[in-house]
Each structure stands twice: as C-alpha cells, then as structure tokens.
C-alpha cells in the first residue's frame, strides 16, 4: 500500500512540475520569435542601408567623372590620361565594386538587374566617351545615374521600419537634388566654352533647376530637423553664393548673362558644392545606421532580459517544487519510511555479500546457448564443455525430478518467471546451493524466443540455515546453550576475513581481531585513528562513492609491510548518503612475496648471479642511447670435454666475477650472462671510445693466467661490439661477434659494410639442402617419450613430443641448421604441414598422446592452420593431440592466438606452453593463452641439484602452475639425481635424454 501511496504522490508532483513549465515555455517561444523576427528585420533593413549608402557613392564618383568628361568634350581638350579624368575613373570603378560586393553580400536579396546595371557601368570604357558628341557623352552618364537613383527610391518601400525608410527616402530627394544640380553644371560648361546660351540649353537649363528646387523642398520635408541644421550649417559659403549667383543671373536674363565667366572656375565652384552636399548625404547615412545600431542593440538587451527572466523563473519554480516535494515526501507515514529503510538495508547488505551473479542462457529446447565466467568458476566447467548441453549436467542426481518438471511447466506453459533454490554438483563432484530466477523470454506474438537465468551462489547461506534449522530443534530448556553456540558461530564467521570500520571522514570505529592480529596494533590504538595512518598510499574514501576492489599494501605497527586485498563498501541510509564505510580484506602478503621473489629470481642468471637475458630486456626497454659488447669464450667446449661440466661452471663463474668487479663501480655500465659462455655489457649514454676502453679491458682481464683447484687456465674470448639503434643493437653486435669468430681479431664493430658473403652462403646452402628434403620427402619426424613423474612409466610412455629431422644419406640433422633458414626463405609452413601429416599418421592406431610444436609464425600462417583444422577434422584424434607454443616472448597478436586456441580446444586439443622460466616469462600469458600444460625450460631443470635460484624458480613455477590447474613438464632431465629431484617438487612429467634421445619409430 506504501508503495501505492508514494507513486501517487510523485505523480501529483509530476503534474505541478510540468503546467507552469509548460506556460513559461510557450510564451517564452511566443516573445523569441517576435523578437527574433524584429532583428531579422532590422538586419535586412540595414542590409538596404548599406545597399543604399554603397550606390550613392558610385553615383557621386560618376557624376565627378561626367562633369570632368564633359569639361573635356566641351573644352576640346581630349587626352584620356589627362590625371583629373584618370582619377575620376578609378574613385568610380572603386565605388562601382563596392556596390556589387554589398548587394551580392545578401543571398537572399539579390538582384539581378542593378548587378546587370553596375556590369555595364565597370565596362563604359567600351563605351569611348571621349570619341562621341558631348551631348551623346553625357546622355550615357545621366541616363545610367538615374538608373542607379532609381533603385535607391525602391528602397524605402522595402523597409518595414517608418524611421528608417523616412531617412532613406530623404536621401532619395537629396541625390535626385544633387544629379540635378551636376546637369546644370555641366549645361552651363558647355554655354561657357561655346560662349553662347541658346533658348534649348536655357529650356533645358531652366528644367533641371526647377527640378532642383522641387527636390530640395521634397528633401527638407522628409528630413528630420538634425539633418535640415546640417545641410543648413554645410551648404553654405562662397562656393555655393558664387554658383547660385550665377545661376540667378542666368535666370533673370539670359541674354544680359556674362559669357566671360571662366568656366573652370565655374565648373570647380559646382563641383565643391556638389561635395558639400555629398557630405550631407553621408551625414544622413551615418544617422541612418545609428538608428538601425541602436534598435538592434534594444533588441539584444531585450533577449538577454528575456533569457535572464526565464532563467530566474525556472530557478524559482524548481526551488518551490522542491520545497513541495520535500514536504510531500516527508509527510509520508512512519511505516512507509520503516519499510523503505528496511528494503535500502536489505539491499545493501545483499550487495556485501553478494559479489555477482551466475548467469546462463538456453534456447527454447532447453539447451545452454551461453554461460559467465562465475558459472565456469561455480561448476568448474569450461563454456565449451557447457555451451550446447543440457542443464542435466550440473543438477544434482539425487534432485527431485517432478522439482524441474514444476520449474519448467511455469516458464514454459504459463509463461512466467520461476524462482527457486537448486542444488547442483560441480565437474569435480562438489556441492553448491543456487539461488534462481529463470525468466522466459518472449517476443510480441507471445513466442518464447529463449531462457535467461540469473542465479546467485547461496551455498554458505544453506549452510548456515541448516545449522540453524538444526538449532531451533533445540528444546526451550536448552535456548541459553543454543544463544552461545550461535555467538560462537558468528565468531567463527567473523574470524575468517579480516575487518574494519570507519565513518565518513575515515575515522576507524572498529576492526576485529583478524586485523589485530596482521597489523599488531591493539584496538585502542586503532580506534579514533585515520584509516590511512598505517597504509602506504592513502586511499581516499570520497573516492567510493560505489563499491571498490584492489590491493593495498599497509605497515604493521613495527614497520613491517603487508598487503591485503581488499573490499571497500559504503554504507548509505535512506537518502543515499553514506553513513560508513566497511573494509573487508584477505591477506594476500605471502603471493606478493614469492611474486617477488619469481621475478628477481628470474631476471638473475642461476650460475653466476649477474642478471640475465630478460633482465637485459628489461633494462634496455628502460633505457635510451645504448651501445653493447657481446662476448664469447673461445673453444668453451674442450673445457667442458676435458675437465667435465661442474668444472666448466667454475670457470663460468670465475670469469663472470672478474667482469663484473672490473665495470661494478662504472654507473654507465651494466654486466650480463645470456647464455652458456656468452656474456653482454651494456653501456648506458656512454662515449663510444670509453665503450672500447672497456672492452679492450675486459679481454685482456679473460686472458690473465688463472687457477682454479690447482690447474693452471689461459683462455682467450671474442666480441661484437654494436652501436646501433636499439632494436637492432643485439643482433648487430652478435653478428659482429659471429665475424669476429672466424677471423684472427679479438673484437669487430659491427657497421653496414661488414662483409657477410660466408654467411649468405651458408643460409643459401641450407635453403637449396631444406627445399630438396622437401621435394624428397627426406624430412623425418622423431619422437621423444614424455615419462608421467607418478609411475615412471619409461617402458611404456602414453606421452610423446614430435621433432622434426633431416635425413641426408644416412645422417640426422638437427634443425639447429635449418630452422632459421626455413624461415627465411618461408618454408617453415611446409616443415610444420610435414610434422602435422607424418604425426597424425602414426599415432591415428595408437592410444598415446602426442605434442607438435608451433610457433607464433604458424598460428598466424592463415594456410597452416587451415590445414591443422582440416587435418583435425579428417582424423578425429584431437583429443590426444597436445599443440605446444614456442616463441610465446614474441606474442603481440594476442586475438589472433587466443582464436587459434579456442579453435583447436573445440576439437578436444591441449595447449603448452614452451621453454617456461626464462627470457620474458610472464604468468598474465597463462592467463590469457589457457594452457593446459606448461614446459619448465631445461636451462633451469639441469642446474636442479646444484643451483638454489633455479630450485626456487622451479618450485615457484610448480606452485602457481598448481593453483591454475596447470600440469608441469621438465624438459633436460639428463640423470637420475635430476629426476628425483623434479619429481620431489611435484613436477607432473620428465622428458630428455635420461629416458630416450628422440627416435624415428616407437
């Protein structure tokens, strides 16, 4: 009912918001799109304005440059480059421009016959003014003036403003005035020079001044008085009683009128006070365009007024609504906030505990379409082993039947979701409670397209109810004896995580005795105290607002660093304001440290203790302006042949030491054992010649005569030397090195002219040697057993990895000789394809399981793998077939590899991962590559019994190997103290040469 009660509240609220919102809104458009269309107005007034201003300037220049054409004409004094005319044209053509540009300016008020009239305009040079009878001359130029005065008195009628198109008409009168004024000029040039005024020049004379006058009254009408006081104050003065004192006389009595009169003086006195008059007219378009700045800045405040008042209003109306709401809301009942309060702690406590859900799909037949990775976690089943069964193989067997019989009748007859607790069994046989919604999906026919289920992990909560359904059997004689085995119950529960709580400034208020415990502190101590005082880096808790996960590492009260994983959950009231916050963390201290330990074991060459080759990775990934020395002993072998290999470990060492006490106090320098007898110094933004120095240093030190027990060694050593770019660096040197092996010096560095003739040839050798066994079918696969640790069945190996071999005339070659040349020449698919074949065909008959290797190059070969999935298919004995990645440092396509492996796992396949536990190992690949198996590396496998590193590094990688579920392989197992060690760790399989060399049949 509260619930009823609070959605009718909320729905009245909805009402109230929404009718004045609604009534601001509409007017508010009403008021904007009036003003909107007043400034679009003003706009386009403003527009003609300009239009208007921009052709009066081109009538003025024209009528400067007619009178001066005319004086011309009239004087016979033609010369086109006379510099008065000259300059009269170009003030014209300027002007002209300036009025096609404004008019072209407004897309939507364009038009086309006064662009047409100011084309013919910019062409009058065609017209050859100069060339024609004056009266033809200045009919040209007054019939277009008229023409452009005439599309300035169209525009007031297209102004809606009455101010505005009042000045425009003013100015109309006022240029009509002026042409007037210019025809009499320039009639009475022409009286002047030909020194007679025939009664056609005085009708004519007499026409365009009465037309003057007219115009001029018509002007000062229209005018407002501002402008009537300027042409008052502006046209006046010598100029202007000289020129009406002419024209005066002229009037009276033509034939008593002065011819003697110079007519340039004349024409010069016209000409001034036709600019006076110009001034006026710019006077009137200044005024005009005030007028039309200051409407529109109205306009603009208008609207800013207008926005800030419905700014306001809304501001207003949203605080009343929440005041209403406020006291609505608040209103409600007590029970009603009980129950909410109840229902928001409910959830909350809900959310602590509850991590997630197990989710799955099925189609209409019942069918898993899709799992999550908590229902694979849950059950312990992978999604390809779930997705197309039934849910039949994780219910429980003892499970009623008529139980599911029921739950399937709901969803799928009446077409509802069914809720229900189940009991299921994992793959391994375990049993775990869910708690499950299975809701039927359905289209809008009613069809029930598919199933979803959403379930919940309620194991621990059966748990617990079982043990109190047991307690409540308890007689009420025994409920004190049942109050304490309850007490004790939640003491047990509390005691398995680690637990604290602080407010909401952090300020710890609890934390039990697990966290006493880590963190040595006493609970007085804690109380009252930051929550961050003992954590390395404060974890600021404004920061969770929502649920947050991660690792904190924390010092003890002594100083001692721990780490936690842990769980930070806010803790809200009804309001959603957070009232606390509850930390629940799990001691994770132990992982980080054998984490650490793994990596410093493993950046550390096992023999000598200088780093190795990833730590060299490492380094140099962190690095920039490197060179590199690579260093190799000479005739190491005759060593390890004469005197045995703990012998040549000795030496190894021995020399590793005097290197590495030679550069240790050198910051620029850095000392590296990659492999066997192969060292690396790595010079840091250090001069090439103090590279030099140092390895003319160290060669010479390698030489020194020196003891170990009592015998005497002289050894000599080779190095490449390379100051190339990074990533190029060690491949140059070692190519150096390689050089420098089969010459008579101690040490090359490497440039670009090194001859590598030999080597070309001796790739070109094994190319033709490869392509031959290939076409000859002289590639062979042998096979080496891999001996299960538990049984030691040597005899009888259900286990086998797949070698690939050259057979030339009877020899086996190893492809140590070909293998990099097959790449190269890309060929290496075809080395692949034939181990594929020749492997399938033997062990198709056979029980035992067998491994191939594949490099990243091959799973990235779209033919290669096409034809493993083919080959797959044709033989149907996935199930034994192991696929073992090599190369996995190189990986950068992790898609394309992940898809391979997905791929092959659907036909039963297992992966492996190669060569684990040097160069750049890294657990996240077992992650993300899901092995199945993993290959310790024989480096680390055959130092087992007398390396304490490598036995770390062993032991680690067995461990976690174990907490994947991983099986573990050690590769090298070359005697029998190696295998009972390897065997002790709990390495699950044994390969090498102990059990068998690889062999052509089995």
């Known amino acids: 009912m509260g619930f009823y009660i609070k959605l009718d509240l909320k729905l009245k609220l909805l009402i109230i918001l929404v009718i004045p919102l609604l009534f601001v809104i509409g007017l508010s458009i009403t008021i904007l799109y009036g003003m909107l269309v007043d400034k679009n107005n003003l706009e386009f007034t403003k527009h003609h304005i300009l239009e208007a201003e921009a052709i009066s300037k081109a009538v003025h220049s024209l009528q400067i440059e007619r009178g001066v054409t005319t004086e011309l004409l009239a004087n016979d004094g033609i010369d086109e480059n006379t510099q008065q005319l000259l300059i009269a044209k170009e003030n014209s053509n300027i002007a002209i421009n300036e009025a096609k540009r404004v008019m072209l300016s407004c897309q939507t008020c364009i038009d086309s016959t006064s662009l047409k009239l100011l084309d013919i305009l910019a062409l009058r040079e065609n017209a050859n003014l100069l060339n024609i009878p004056l009266s033809e001359a200045r009919c040209f130029y007054t019939k277009n003036i008229a023409s452009l005065l005439n599309l300035i008195k169209t525009i007031p009628s297209l102004i809606e403003d009455k101010d505005n198109r009042n000045c425009i008409q003013s100015y109309s009168y006022l240029s009509s005035a002026k042409e007037e004024l210019g025809q009499i000029r320039s009639i009475l040039v022409q009286a002047l020079l030909s020194r007679d005024v025939s009664d056609d020049i005085f009708i004519l004379f007499k026409e365009h001044l009465k037309v003057y006058n007219l115009e001029t009254q018509n002007f000062k009408t229209a005018s407002n008085k501002d402008i009537i006081n300027f042409y008052n104050d502006v046209f006046t003065g010598e100029d202007v009683d000289e020129m009406f004192k002419i024209i005066n006389d002229i009037v009276k009595n033509k034939n008593k009128f002065s011819l003697t009169t110079d007519y340039s003086q004349w024409f010069q006195r016209a000409t001034k006070s036709m600019n006076l008059l110009r001034n006026v007219e710019e006077r009137l378009f200044n005024t005009i365009n005030t007028l039309v700045n200051q409407k529109l800045d109205s306009i603009h405040y208008k609207l800013a007024m207008l926005l800030s008042f419905l700014g306001l209003s809304a501001i207003i109306v949203t605080i009343l609504l929440l005041l209403i709401a406020r006291k609505i809301l608040f209103s409600a009942s007590s029970l009603e906030s009980k129950y909410d309060n109840s229902l928001l702690l409910l959830e909350q406590y809900k959310s602590t505990i509850d991590r997630g859900f197990i989710v799955s799909k099925n189609d209409k037949n019942g069918i898993i379409s899709y799992v999550n990775d908590e229902f694979c976690k849950i059950s312990g089943y992978t999604k390809e082993e779930l997705i197309g069964k039934t849910y039949d193989l ?48 359905i289209d809008k026919n009613g069809n029930i397209l598919e199933y979803i289920a959403m379930c919940s992990d309620i194991t621990q909560e059966k748990e617990i109810a079982r043990y109190f359904e047991d307690q409540l059997k308890i007689s009420a004689t025994n409920f004190d004896y049942s109050m304490h085995i309850s007490k004790e119950y939640e003491k047990a529960i509390d005691s398995s995580a680690i637990l604290l709580r602080t407010d909401v400034n952090g300020i710890i208020t609890y934390a039990n005795d697990k966290f006493l415990e880590i963190s040595k502190y006493s609970l007085q101590e804690l109380v009252g105290k930051n929550h961050n005082f003992f954590n390395s880096q404060d974890e600021a808790l404004e920061n969770h607002q929502t649920l947050w996960q991660g690792v904190i590492k924390s010092k003890t009260k002594y100083g001692v660093d721990f780490w936690t994983k842990t769980t930070i959950v806010p803790i809200k009231n009804l309001h959603g304001e957070i009232i606390e916050y509850l930390e629940i963390r799990f001691d994770i201290t132990e992982i980080i440290r054998h984490k650490e330990e793994f990596e410093i074991a493993a950046k550390t060459d096992s023999l000598t203790g200088c780093g190795n080759r990833l730590r060299l990775h490492y380094d140099m990934q962190e690095n920039e302006k490197l060179s590199v020395a690579i260093f190799n002993l000479d005739n190491f072998r005759q060593i390890n042949d004469f005197y045995g290999h703990n012998f040549g470990d000795l030496v190894i060492q021995t020399i590793a030491s005097k290197i590495n006490m030679y550069i ?21 933004n250090a001069p090439k010649d103090e590279l030099l120095e140092k390895t003319k240093g160290i060669l010479k030190l390698i030489k020194k005569k020196f003891y170990i027990g ?52 001796n790739n070109l050798n094994w190319a033709k040697k490869l392509s031959s066994a290939i076409k000859e079918n002289n590639l062979v696969t042998f096979y080496q057993p891999i001996i299960n640790n538990s049984i030691d069945n040597r005899e009888n190996p259900t286990k086998y990895e797949c070698l690939i071999r050259i057979v030339d005339n009877g020899k086996i070659i190893s492809p140590f000789f070909f293998l990099e040349v097959a790449k190269q020449t890309r060929q290496y698919s075809e080395i692949t394809k034939t181990v594929v074949k020749q492997s399938f065909e033997l062990f198709k008959d056979k029980h035992a399981h067998f491994s191939i290797n594949l490099s990243v190059l091959d799973i990235l070969e779209p033919r290669t793998t096409t034809y493993i999935f083919e080959m797959l298919k044709q033989y149907g004995i996935g199930e034994r077939v192991i696929f073992e990645i090599v190369e996995s440092e190189s990986i950068d396509n992790f898609e394309s590899i992940v898809a391979f492996i997905d791929k092959v796992k659907s036909y039963g396949c297992k992966i492996a991962i190669d060569d684990f536990g040097t160069g750049y190992s890294n657990f996240e690949y077992l992650i993300k590559l899901r092995a199945d198996y993993l290959k310790i590396d024989g480096s680390l496998i055959k130092n087992l019994d007398k390396d304490k590193n490598a036995l770390l590094v062993v032991s680690t990688i067995v461990e976690f190997s174990k907490k994947l579920g991983m099986k573990t392989v050690a590769e090298f197992v070359e005697n029998r103290e190696i295998f009972d060690i390897v065997r002790e760790l709990g390495v699950d399989y044994s390969q090498g040469y102990y059990f068998s060399e690889p062999v052509a049949q089995i």
């Open 710 to 761: 009592n015998e005497e060694l002289l050894i000599s050593c080779s190095a490449g030397i390379s100051f190339e770019e990074k990533e190029h660096l060690l491949s140059t040197a070692n190519m150096a090195l390689k050089i420098t092996k089969k010459s008579s010096t101690d040490f090359l560095i490497y440039s670009s002219e090194i001859s590598l003739e030999d080597q070309y040839k």
């Open 394 to 441: 994780v219910i429980h067997p003892h499970s009623d039947k008529k139980f599911f019989d029921q739950m399937w009748y709901e969803v799928r007859e009446l077409k509802k979701p069914w809720i229900n607790e189940i009991k299921n069994i994992t793959k391994s046989g375990a049993t775990y409670w869910i708690k499950a919604i299975l809701s039927p999906i």
């Open 664 to 684: 240790q106090h050198d910051k620029n320098f850095k000392f590296y054992r990659l492999q066997g007898d192969e060292f690396v110094t790595l010079a840091i």
